[in-house]
């Protein structure tokens, strides 16, 4: 079954550094998202992402954070300067149209 | 204001007891609704979608207009059943965010 793919698992970083979460989604969906999830918090939306642009973004998603697909493959969440509290697990996720999500295992990201 | 409220945070049943996890929606058209699953240690997973009325696992979740639910249910909980589990919302058709509710935790005792 297909998958999506994040890379790093587990990232660690200084405050004020710049991440970049990497993902790979299912190669035939169309849509494209990210979400985190701060510990014992719920599922928060992030950004949508279709069509090479993004669709919609959450108020958390603010000049601090980009995305990009570089290559047609890749998806990836950059964020500039990292604050403590922007650790969180981060989920990508993809869909097609009608169809549920598709999440990747998450990074997690420490941020010290 | 679309909303997805799951009010119990813990669900604690015995094996081979019912179950149902509780999710209440607000939104004004005709929204898609999903369950989503996350196993200790594991990713989320998709459940149920309402569209495809289908039955996995053994779960099944009706989506109720008139009293904007879509509740999950299972007549006999297995202790594999213990995860978080989620219910979601999207308002459109792909490309729209999906909103989670808070999430239930169930724990399915021996």
């Known amino acids: 079954e297909p998958e999506v793919t994040q890379t790093p698992s587990h990232q660690v970083t200084q405050m004020g550094q710049e991440v970049i979460l990497r993902c790979v989604p299912i190669s035939n969906h169309l849509y494209f998202y990210w979400y985190r999830q701060i510990l014992g918090q719920k599922v928060e939306f992030l950004v949508s992402f279709y069509n090479n642009e993004i669709s919609e973004k959450s108020e958390i998603f603010d000049d601090q954070f980009s995305v990009e697909r570089p290559d047609g493959s890749n998806f990836t969440l950059k964020i500039r300067s990292t604050k403590l509290e922007d650790s969180a697990m981060y989920f990508c996720?993809?869909?097609?149209?009608?169809?549920?999500?598709?999440f990747g295992s998450g990074t997690r990201l420490t941020v010290v | 204001a679309q909303r997805v409220t799951q009010p119990e945070k813990l669900l604690s049943v015995f094996k081979g007891a019912p179950v149902e996890l509780k999710c209440n929606y607000s939104?004004?058209?005709?929204?898609?609704l999903f369950w989503y699953v996350q196993y200790s240690r594991q990713r989320l997973q998709l459940l149920l979608r309402h569209i495809s009325r289908e039955s996995i696992k053994g779960f099944t979740a009706d989506l109720n207009k008139g009293e904007t639910s879509f509740h999950l249910k299972k007549p006999f909980a297995q202790e594999e059943d213990s995860a978080m589990y989620y219910c979601a919302l999207n308002p459109g058709t792909g490309g729209f965010k999906t909103i989670f509710g808070a999430g239930t935790r169930l724990f399915v005792k021996a």
């Open positions: 996720a993809s869909s097609a149209p009608n169809y549920g999500y598709t």
């Open positions: 939104y004004s058209g005709s929204p898609e």
